[in-house]
T-cell receptor, first 119, second 115 residues
Framework: DTAVSQTPKYLVTQMGNDKSIKCEQNLGHDTMYWYKQDSKKFLKIMFSYNNKELIINETVPNRFSPKSPDKAHLNLHINSLELGDSAVYFC??????????????????FGPGTRLTVL | AQSVTQLGSHVSVSEGALVLLRCNYSSSVPPYLFWYVQYPNQGLQLLLKYTSAATLVKGINGFEAEFKKSETSFHLTKPSAHMSDAAEYFCAVTQFSGGYNKLIFGAGTRLAVHP
């Protein structure tokens, strides 16, 4: 009954390859995220989807393409992998709350991460 | 834009000692603040959150944090450290952008607990 799950947990691949990471949440949330955690543990948001619509797109190379087939899934496809893409990628989900016309706080639930190593 | 500063990338305490992890934020609007914990090879778990209710917030595993607007701080404390508290701790603030909130994380503080 894992709340936010990711596959695979580990991914080792060669430079130039294309790979995908999958994320699923069973919390009924309407918003999902991808984060990248670098070797110094710094966490940075990459993308966010709300009800399958892209709402946050940070400065990420266009080799990275998220896809949300439905509210419960958010996948990340990476083309032409580079050494610098090596990191841990976390998926997260939340339920947006609105108060007074403004989106309120959003407690995010994180998946276990996917450790990507590019050789 | 909002930002978060965590003073001290590494903190080491003895078992049973007070834990104090520092977090300062910059925000132009009343913030929502969070502390997350990351155990080795795991995802992030929410410890506690401040959402403009009580300024002293209690979380899981005996942790608490106090929101001090005058100091723009949200330090995390625990009266008595356990070995199991050894982990990476992240402070985060929400940034409202384009109609939605996103979390801005600090660089993290690694807590080591020794016997």
């Amino acid at each position: 009954d894992t709340a936010v799950s990711q596959t695979p947990k580990y991914l080792v691949t060669q430079m130039g390859n294309d790979k995908s990471i999958k994320c699923e949440q069973n919390l009924g949330h309407d918003t999902m995220y991808w984060y990248k955690q670098d070797s110094k543990k710094f966490l940075k948001i990459m993308f966010s989807y709300n009800n399958k619509e892209l709402i946050i797109n940070e400065t990420v190379p266009n080799r990275f393409s998220p896809k949300s087939p439905d509210k419960a899934h958010l996948n990340l496809h990476i083309n032409s992998l580079e050494l610098g893409d090596s990191a841990v990628y976390f998926c997260a989900s939340s339920q947006e709350r609105t108060s007074g016309g403004r989106v309120s706080y959003n407690e995010q639930f994180f998946g276990p991460g996917t450790r990507l190593t590019v050789l | 834009a909002q930002s978060v500063t965590q003073l001290g990338s590494h903190v080491s305490v003895s078992e049973g000692a007070l834990v104090l992890l520092r977090c300062n934020y910059s925000s132009s609007v009343p913030p929502y603040l969070f502390w997350y914990v990351q155990y080795p090879n795991q995802g992030l778990q929410l410890l506690l959150k401040y959402t403009s209710a009580a300024t002293l917030v209690k979380g899981i595993n005996g942790f608490e944090a106090e929101f001090k607007k005058s100091e723009t701080s949200f330090h995390l404390t625990k009266p008595s450290a356990h070995m199991s508290d050894a982990a990476e701790y992240f402070c985060a603030v929400t940034q409202f952008s384009g109609g939605y909130n996103k979390l801005i994380f600090g660089a993290g503080t690694r807590l080591a607990v020794h016997p």
